[in-house]
């Protein structure tokens, strides 16, 4: 396959009118939905209009912080921005019709939508990379029973579970928004784009997981920066014909242009690798000594010693310690939740109620391999319990490790 430079764009200037209709609405649509629009212009009130009058969806409203991309807001304010965007660019390709410079407003719309995605692309790639997004499982998950996690939550350990596995699919999507900063290699990382976000769309509706309209979005961006190339890929793949890559462009005949062009176009790229990369970190904070699940063995409070009944709503069955985190789950399989701090020298265990900050708990403990001993008031009482540790390696899922050699089927 070839690839040679077309001429000039302004030598073809004469667009069919679906042609301009469409490239206005793809410009339009980017830009407006790169942008804070509800925000900024006060649209709140007419996308809840619309979703709740016209497209008769049911409570309506603008909530925020969800971590959900896939609220009835945003698919009533999809629907707003397409009806805009299509208004308009119908309007624009009527009136303008071919008196406008549509391959300069092509080139630039691909450049616009060759970033955004890029960048995107890079973000999601570097929160895999340096583990942020997946984690891997923690003991409130390894806790939990397999039938009461979400369909979400299983692709979430999954990914987590396996560094390696997780880091190839970051890096899938880093390489193909590197290569969509530049002309010449912007097909291929259309191409491996498309390959990286089409798994991805797939794992969101298969798996009910709420970015099923953005990541929709970044692959069809991705088919729009590829289309000029699909007839030389078809050609050249089944056909088995020579082909050339599409190479247009604007021409900067100037030497300030093509200096200012290297210029800002290095700033602007390396400057989207600084956000995307900064704040992650290649290292993860140690756990400390405590971590770990504990099954209570012995359990006495005030003066009782407590049996381990199911029925008992005051004796502890486990005891959870996280990083930061702590649970404490009674026999009756009510649990309760703290934020945890250990004073490894004082030998304490300050658990706060993340639902009542008035609602603290000091314990002083004694840890002796994984025999763990610890004393202070629970309800009123005196407390004093031994509780046994187990670890992260000690779950199947977590302490199998890989093995190059299986006999059978390890499939559990």
């Known amino acids: 396959m070839t690839s ?5 764009l302004s030598l073809s200037n004469h667009w069919s009118f679906l042609r301009r209709l469409g490239i206005w609405f793809v410009a339009i649509y980017s830009v407006c939905y790169a ?13 809840e ?11 309506v409203r603008q909530i925020t912080n969800t971590g959900s991309g896939d609220t009835s807001f945003d698919y009533a304010y999809l629907a707003v921005l397409t009806t805009f965007a299509l208004t308009l660019a119908l309007v624009l390709a009527m009136i303008l019709r071919n008196r406008f410079n549509y391959p300069l407003l092509y080139v630039l719309t691909q450049t616009f939508v060759r970033y955004y995605l890029a960048y995107f692309m890079l973000i ?44 190839f699919g970051g890096l899938g999507e880093v390489i193909g928004g590197l290569l969509l900063f530049f002309r010449r290699t912007k097909a291929l990382g259309a191409l491996v784009v498309i390959a990286v976000m089409t798994n991805v769309v797939m794992l969101n509706f298969s798996f009910d997981i ?31 014909k020579p082909s050339s890559l599409n190479r247009e462009s604007v021409v900067l005949s100037k030497k300030w242009h093509r200096i200012t062009h290297v210029v800002g176009k290095t700033l602007v790229i390396f400057f989207l690798l600084f956000v995307t990369i900064s704040g992650h970190s290649w290292t993860r904070k140690p756990d ?57 020298k004082e030998k304490t265990i300050a658990l706060k109620s993340d639902r009542d900050s008035t609602s603290t708990h000091l314990f002083h403990y004694q840890l002796q391999k994984d025999s763990l001993s610890i004393s202070g008031a ?7 319990a031994g509780l046994k540790r187990k670890k992260i390696s000690d779950y199947n899922l977590t302490g199998r490790g890989f093995h190059w050699i299986n006999e059978y089927p390890y499939n559990r």
């Open 49 to 59: 209009t619309v979703g709740n009058s016209v497209l008769r969806m049911k409570d």
């Open 288 to 344: 400390h000594p405590l971590r770990g699940i504990y099954a209570v063995k012995s359990f006495v409070l005030g003066k009782d010693t407590l049996p381990p009944l199911t029925t008992d709503t005051a004796r502890w069955n486990k005891l959870l310690l996280e990083n930061n985190f702590a649970e404490i789950r009674l026999m009756n399989r009510n649990s309760e939740s703290f934020m945890l701090k250990i004073d490894e």
């Open 378 to 384: 629970w309800r009123g009482k005196a407390l004093k």
């Open 124 to 167: 999601y790639g570097f929160v895999k990379v340096f583990e942020a997004q997946f984690r891997y499982p923690d003991f409130y998950t390894l806790e939990q029973t397999y039938g009461d996690s979400s369909p979400m939550g299983i692709v979430w350990r999954l990914m987590g579970l396996s560094r390696p596995y997780s880091i």
């Open 35 to 47: 942008m804070p629009l509800v925000a900024m212009l006060g649209l709140t009130p007419l996308v």
């Open 4 to 8: 040679t430079p077309t001429p000039p």
């Open 210 to 240: 709420p970015v099923k309209l953005f990541s929709s979005y970044l692959l069809l961006l991705a088919f729009f920066i590829l289309a000029p190339d699909l007839s030389a890929l078809y050609h050249f793949f089944i056909l088995h």
